[in-house]
């Protein structure tokens, strides 16, 4: 859970941060910010588990379900919904739902906190800024150039001498 003096030292960084080259803003923003997912704000359920796990699995309710509405997560920037409406969209429900799941342990407690992480996870990944990619040309010089060419020559020269005489 996040006090609002923490929600605000955060978003005074990341507009802090932007104003600064991009290489230097990833790796200041993935050092400074870690998104804690407020818990009650989550809606949690659990379900039985498939898979093995023995008598476990039929008596005990381990696999955990958390969801949250993106759209009505004001916990969340709106350049963070944004990009998981693109990015993460597969984990998005008709209702607009932001679905994570997790099975992996045989306890519930595990597998909600393995959920929780995955999900803080996804939302850091989420609020970093896309690394911008600029086209460049490929480069040959010309030495590269004239050893292309004459590897093209010597190939053609090959398989012309494999060729029959047409007599």
């Keep these: 859970e996040r006090c609002p003096s923490m929600l605000q030292t955060c978003c005074l960084m990341r507009s802090l941060v932007r104003r600064w080259p991009a290489p230097l803003q990833s790796m200041l923003l993935q050092r400074w910010i870690h998104i804690r997912v ?4 989550l809606e949690i359920r659990t379900a039985r588990s498939s898979g093995a796990g023995g008598q476990n699995v039929n ?3 381990s696999k955990v379900d ?7 997560a004001d916990w969340l920037t709106e350049e963070v919904k944004q990009r998981l409406q693109e990015d993460f969209s597969t984990h998005i429900n008709k209702e607009g739902e ?8 045989r ?3 595990q597998n909600l ?5 995955k999900l803080e996870g996804i939302l850091e990944e ?3 800024p896309k690394k911008e990619r600029k086209w460049k040309a490929p480069v040959e010089s010309e030495h590269q150039r004239k050893m292309r060419i004459e590897q093209k020559r010597a190939r053609s020269q090959r398989k012309e ?3 029959g005489s047409l007599d």
């Design 38 to 41: 407020p818990k009650h704000r």
């Design 59 to 61: 008596k005990v309710n």
């Design 66 to 72: 958390v969801r949250f509405n993106v759209q009505s």
């Design 98 to 105: 932001f679905v994570l799941t997790c099975q992996e342990s």
């Design 107 to 109: 306890t519930q407690s």
């Design 113 to 117: 906190d393995i959920c929780i992480d």
């Design 126 to 128: 989420a609020s970093t």
């Design 161 to 163: 001498s494999r060729r």
